[in-house]
């Protein structure tokens, strides 16, 4: 090791020897960049299990036929159908607060972590167990060096940044690179902690206590659910069945009286009419209407008895016969 400088200070008692090679620089750049790709990872696989739950509960809820609210709205209330409507809420809170819960326990395993070489800035927003783990590898890292803290680790970059502004040109390079070296060990000792504590916060998400007491949560809602839904669609299918059969034999029976009736508001306010009597207009039409098909039939039963009228005066009776005795509607 080169003696520093008149003026300045030499190494803290108790510090490890000087970095110096450009192998370790690299090698502290290399641990940052895959602490950094690990917590990437996890997030991705975070929000990929999040995106797959969400899928589970609509398939799970497609599954029980529940498309709209309109499909467990029961059609008569009965004591039954009250208790299977509050099993159906109670059931729906259930596993919301379940997939709420799991969801909640996912983002905060991609919410960031934000550190710093001060270990009291890194642990403000960590749990107690996340606070051992910032601890812990600071500590290893500070110690592994011969420093008190993380902190006074990277203070020692900045020294030898200005024992190195004041050197000479031959050891200026030397005093950098061991500057630069410190800086990168602490920015990868900070991705390693973000790594730690967000593979922590993915596993609790996924093994931990509350994820069990979640699932569980989120089965038994799902399961009284599902008898809810199942008994008010099966009343409801009930109740259609029966209505179309009152309404079809309502219409039976009104159409077999002479009586404008109408039907319930249930079968779709219908109304079943038999033919009314014809005004009087309608009546002397279809009194002349008659008349004139019996004076044309007399025309045309001469004509056929008369053996000196062409065939073709004939057809033309018969045509007008045809065209009064029905007339087009």
Known sequence: MTPPPPGSKGPESGESPPKGTSSELQSAKDQETR????????RGRADAAAKGLLGFAALAFGALGITKATDLTPQYWTPETAWSVAAVVGGFILVSIALGGFSAALWKATKPVFTSSNLEETQQELGPHEKKLVRRAYLNMARLNGAPSLLAYEARSWRLQRIAARADDTRKPQLQLQAD????????????????????????????RG???LAVLFIV???VLAGGSGFLTSARNDAQIATAR??????????KTDRDTALPERCG???ARTPSAPSAEEAAIEHNRRALTIMLAGLYETC???RAQPNAVCAARLDDLNRVARPSN
């Open 221 to 223: 809602g799902l399961v």
């Open 35 to 42: 602490f950094n790709e690990a917590v990437e990872k996890i």
């Open 181 to 208: 070296i410190i800086r990168a060990e602490v920015r990868a000792t900070q991705a390693r902690v973000a790594a730690l504590v967000v593979r922590e916060r993915a596993s609790r998400a996924v093994r931990g």
């Open 211 to 213: 994820t069990v007491g």
């Open 246 to 255: 009152a309404c079809a034999e309502a219409r039976s029976a009104i159409t």
């Open 269 to 271: 306010a219908e109304r």
């Open 304 to 306: 056929l008895n008369d």
